[in-house]
Structures are given as structure tokens and as C-alpha cells.
């Protein structure tokens, strides 16, 4: 990817159409996304609920050190953050929407990428919602190139990652934050 792809790149995330703005962004090598087996057995506890549900969460979105591989095979990272203000701490439906804000943030992302003839694996935060009913595990995912896999079903420390390339994890009280990640080839 040359100078003038990233700046194209950077320019669509601050798109004004996109459900949500970027909050901060780092470009990375993708060799150095740090992978753990144990960030991969949280999601077997299944405090989110998604364990099992889909093809982008575990077991389904399959063995994350083929899924390291896949990625430390990319030439570069884009890693990037929203950041949502909730009303108090039991804002339950403004977390709610953060959570899908994000998601659609990611959708249309992909498609202004195609549109502008950029390819790359979308990362996201969460299980895939975009079908009403998945059909994991009886057939194929309907939507493969838009289901966009979690990071940590994947099995990166996202935590570690944000302290790496200097993000902020948490923005402070009364806010959440997502984050994302781009692979370009
Ligand atoms: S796109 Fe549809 S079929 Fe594929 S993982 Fe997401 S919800 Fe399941």
C-alpha cells in the first residue's frame, strides 16, 4: 500500500456519512498484533453470549493461530477507535447502540473501501449480527466478506495492542469505546 492509498484510506474513516466518527487511529505492523490462546479462552466462558452463535465468534471463526497466521501474512494494520458518551453508568441502551453504531461504522467503511477499489479483512468489535437468524452451524455463512470476525475471537489482546500503538482503551468514565481493525494485503 503506497502514501497515497493510506491518505485515501484515512480520508474515507473520516467520512461524514459513516454512523459514527473515528475517534483515534494507528497504522501498525501486522507482525506485531500480539495473538494469546488465553484471550481466545475467555470467549469460551461466554459472557457476551454470541460463543456458538456465529461464524465470526468462536468455535466457528476457527483455530486462532491460523488465524494469527492469516494475519501476520498481511503487509499492514490499520487500527482504529470510536468512542460513544453514555447518558450515566446504567445506560444499558446507549451501549446498546454504541455497539451497533460501531458495527455500521464498519459496514459502510467496507463498502466505501470497495467502492474505492481498496481491499482489505475488516476486524470489529463483537459477535456478527448482520443476519436475523446465522446459519452457523448447519450451512455456510451467507455473507462472508461482510461478516466481520470480533478481534478478540480472533485471539488479540486488544488491551496490549491499544498500549502498543499508543491508543486509549478506555476514554474515561461515562463513555465506551470500540475498536477495529483493517489488513491490507
Ligand atoms: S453474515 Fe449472517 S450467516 Fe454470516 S456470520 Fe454473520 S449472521 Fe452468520
Known amino acids: 500500500m503506497n502514501a497515497q492509498q493510506k491518505q ?4 474515507l474513516l473520516q467520512d461524514a456519512g459513516l454512523p459514527c466518527s473515528v475517534h483515534e487511529l494507528a497504522w501498525t ?19 457476551c453470549g454470541m460463543y456458538g452463535k456465529s461464524w465470526a465468534c468462536p468455535p466457528g471463526v476457527g483455530d486462532w493461530q491460523l488465524l494469527r497466521d492469516e494475519c501476520y501474512a498481511h503487509s499492514l494494520a490499520l487500527i482504529f477507535t470510536t468512542k460513544h458518551v453514555l447518558e450515566d453508568d446504567f445506560d444499558i441502551e446507549g451501549m446498546q447502540q454504541a455497539a451497533q453504531d460501531h458495527k455500521q461504522f ?11 477499489g481498496i481491499s482489505c479483512l475488516i476486524y470489529g468489535a463483537g ?22 470476525r470480533s478481534m478478540e ?20 468514565p461515562l463513555t465506551v469505546t470500540y475498536f477495529s481493525m483493517l489488513l491490507f494485503a
Open 29 to 47: 505492523q501486522p507482525q506485531e498484533i500480539p495473538f494469546s490462546e488465553g484471550v481466545r479462552g475467555m470467549c469460551a466462558a461466554n459472557r
Open 127 to 148: 459477535g456478527c449480527t448482520l443476519c436475523a437468524a446465522c446459519t452457523y452451524p448447519d450451512a455456510p455463512c451467507r455473507y462472508p466478506s461482510r461478516a466481520h
Open 8 to 11: 485515501t484510506v484515512e480520508k
Open 153 to 172: 475471537a480472533c485471539g488479540i489482546d486488544v488491551g496490549a495492542l491499544a498500549r502498543q500503538c499508543g491508543l486509549k482503551y478506555n476514554n474515561g
Open 106 to 116: 464498519n459496514r459502510t467503511l467496507s463498502d466505501l473501501l470497495e467502492a474505492n
